[in-house]
């Protein structure tokens, strides 16, 4: 029996930002697709290569913990990288809530 469905990227255009999970740098790019399997971002051609590490992507309402699996370069100062999307780990799960702690905590003190 053949499988009929099938998860496809769709286009999603938003703005993101990706955070090395291992350097905890931030780069700011522009979703193309996305999917519940992965995700594509364009960034500016200076980003360093990302392939094989491990990201946490925000784009609006979702966040999305990935590896880089591909690089592709665009027209002009551009380029594209895929993720592909992991399952969070109990270490990444406490970063973003202490992060989020942190930053509830200085609005209110403020």
């Given at each position: 029996?053949q499988?009929?469905?099938?998860?496809?990227?769709?286009?999603?255009?938003?703005n993101?930002?990706?955070v090395?999970?291992e350097?905890l740098?931030?780069?700011?790019?522009?979703?193309k697709?996305?999917?519940?399997?992965?995700?594509?971002?364009t960034?500016d051609?200076?980003?360093?290569?990302?392939?094989?590490?491990d990201v946490?992507?925000?784009?609006?309402?979702?966040?999305?913990y990935?590896?880089?699996?591909?690089?592709?370069?665009?027209?002009?100062?551009?380029?594209?990288i895929?993720?592909?999307?992991?399952?969070f780990t109990?270490?990444v799960?406490?970063?973003?809530?202490?992060?989020?702690?942190?930053?509830?905590?200085?609005?209110?003190s403020?």
């Amino acid at each position: 029996m053949q499988e009929r469905r099938s998860i496809n990227r769709v286009e999603f255009l938003a703005n993101s930002v990706i955070v090395d999970k291992e350097s905890l740098s931030k780069y700011f790019g522009q979703v193309k697709n996305i999917s519940p399997l992965g995700i594509a971002i364009t960034v500016d051609k200076r980003v360093p290569n990302m392939i094989g590490r491990d990201v946490i992507i925000v784009a609006e309402t979702m966040i999305m913990y990935a590896e880089a699996v591909r690089e592709d370069q665009e027209i002009g100062e551009k380029k594209s990288i895929a993720f592909k999307a992991r399952k969070f780990t109990a270490d990444v799960l406490q970063y973003l809530f202490d992060r989020i702690g942190d930053e509830d905590e200085e609005k209110q003190s403020k």
